[in-house]
């Protein structure tokens, strides 16, 4: 701050404020390459990571320990290979891999402990074989099948940092290798993490090294500073020979986690100090980020769509859950409704009905429940609330059975029959007695 002058400082103290008050109780996943594990910094690294936890963030860490397990392997003369970047465990080289994994996250352990940071290491990693692939024989190399996610709460909730080391069991207990990218990729998809980090000892991707889509944002030195999910899709589509690159690795998880919910993943450069405190507390933009436009998968319904979003409701309505809609009534009314969509599947509905007087009715909200709790309904909601407020409306209603509690967290408060417009009291089904809702837009 020294050569900053006063005023500079104040901004920059009042920057960091407003983004430590936006991410309060925010869920950070951070995977860290075992090169930048091995640098001098480290010690500087962690201590920015437990000022993360300290402002109220929950962190989770996975180290990764490519480089120790090659260390380790070549100490003890145990030969190994790699196909297409994963490396073959053998059943003599495990006991040595699961002791250079657990190494490596033993030294995040120590100097965590150094910043009086409360961690420690679990087996919360569900694994399976890896299997016969291209028919190569992985043997112990894994992957990650589940993680066990009530108990790695119950961590988080007393303020305790979780590190995972890259090892995953089976149910018997028997160990797998797995890779820590697609570990932290599959921990901040199930946690639905807000965000997740690539630590790497690499400064981002570069567009002059791969095929980039067109528009994209660059820095003046060529680094594509952001990039949207489906831009990150088109990225993967049009690179196919880079496939075994690290960069062309991190953008395929940083995909599969963004559709999967995580709002935000950060390639970063861990040689550069500070680097994780300048990405989250000032709007600098270090590496490379994929983002989640997140209304980006919500789009109007149109008439092809109706068969679809019937077959979507049908479960539904027999469950009593919706009120029956037939195929021509979805025809007459598709205008309302808009769809979540990706790659080409609808997943998810919802319609706003308005009526006069400055009030529309959000129905029909339905998700396929193979895809519940991935946020799906919750965009919808949000984007039929931001569609109602630039239509200049002033109340949103909903009449429902059974989510009563889900609107009340989306902001609701319950209402009575009063509350429905005059044209809406009428076909009100009294059989049904659904819950009345509402939403005042101010
Ligand atoms: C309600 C519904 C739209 C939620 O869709 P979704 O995409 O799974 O919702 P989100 O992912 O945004 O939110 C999920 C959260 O809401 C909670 N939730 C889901 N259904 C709920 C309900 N009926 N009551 C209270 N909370 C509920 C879940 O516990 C979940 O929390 P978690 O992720 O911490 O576990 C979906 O379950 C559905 O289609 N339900 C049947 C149809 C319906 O009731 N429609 C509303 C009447 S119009």
Redesign the pocket.
């Known amino acids: 701050m020294a050569d900053l002058t006063v005023q500079e400082q104040v901004e920059l103290i009042r920057e960091v404020f407003s983004y430590a008050n936006r991410f309060q109780n925010s869920t950070f996943v951070i995977q860290l390459d075992y090169a930048i594990l091995a640098q001098e910094s480290l010690p500087d690294l962690v201590k920015d990571l437990v000022l993360l936890r300290q402002t109220g963030i929950q962190i989770i860490l996975v180290p990764g320990a490519r480089g120790r397990i090659d260390e380790v392997l070549t100490r003890y003369g145990i030969p190994w290979e790699l196909h297409k970047g994963v490396r073959i465990a053998t059943p003599e080289a495990i006991p040595f891999i699961k002791m250079a994994a657990f190494d490596t996250a033993n030294t995040l352990l120590t100097h965590l402990t150094a910043n009086s940071a409360n961690a420690v290491i679990g087996n919360w990693v569900k694994a399976r074989a890896h299997g016969v692939r291209d028919g190569i024989d992985f043997q112990e190399s894994g992957i990650v099948e589940r993680i066990k996610i009530d108990q790695l709460r119950a961590v988080l909730d007393q303020g305790i940092i979780p590190v995972f080391p890259c090892i995953g069991w089976s149910a018997g207990g028997r160990p797998y290798n797995v890779s820590s990218r697609q570990l932290a990729a599959t921990l901040a998809a199930e946690l ?1 993490a807000d965000k997740l980090f690539f630590i790497t000892d690499a400064p981002g991707l570069f567009a002059n090294e791969f095929t980039v889509p067109e528009g994209i944002d660059l820095t003046t030195e060529g680094r594509v500073s952001r990039m949207t999910v489906n831009e990150a899709r088109e990225f993967i589509d049009s690179n196919p020979g880079h496939s075994a690159e690290t960069m062309y690795e991190l953008i395929e998880l940083a995909y599969a986690s963004s559709i999967h ?1 995580v709002e935000r993943v950060h390639i970063l450069d861990g040689r550069i100090n500070g680097v994780m405190l300048k990405e989250i507390f000032s709007n600098l933009g270090m590496g490379t980020m994929v983002h989640a436009n997140i209304y980006q998968s919500v789009r109007a319904m149109r008439p092809e769509d109706v068969p679809d979003v019937y077959r979507l409701m049908r479960p ?1 309505v027999d ?1 009593g ?2 009120v029956q809609r037939s195929e021509d009534h979805l025809s007459e009314t598709f205008g309302d409704y808009v769809v ?1 969509e990706t790659d080409g599947t609808i ?2 509905c ?1 319609a706003l009905h308005q009526y006069g007087g400055g009030v529309a009715e ?8 193979r ?11 949000s984007f039929l609330i931001n569609k109602s407020k630039r239509l200049g409306l002033s109340r949103i209603i ?12 989306l902001g609701f408060h319950e209402g009575t029959r009063a509350d429905l417009p005059a044209d809406r009291r009428s076909p009100y089904d009294e059989g049904r007695r659904s819950r009345v809702l509402v939403l005042d837009l101010g």
């Open positions: 639905h919910g539904l469950q859950i919706l979540y997943h998810g919802a959000i129905a029909g909200v339905a998700v396929d429940t895809y519940s709790h991935l946020g799906i309904g919750h965009k919808l909601i909903v009449l429902t059975t059974a989510t009563v509690d889900w609107f009340r967290a």
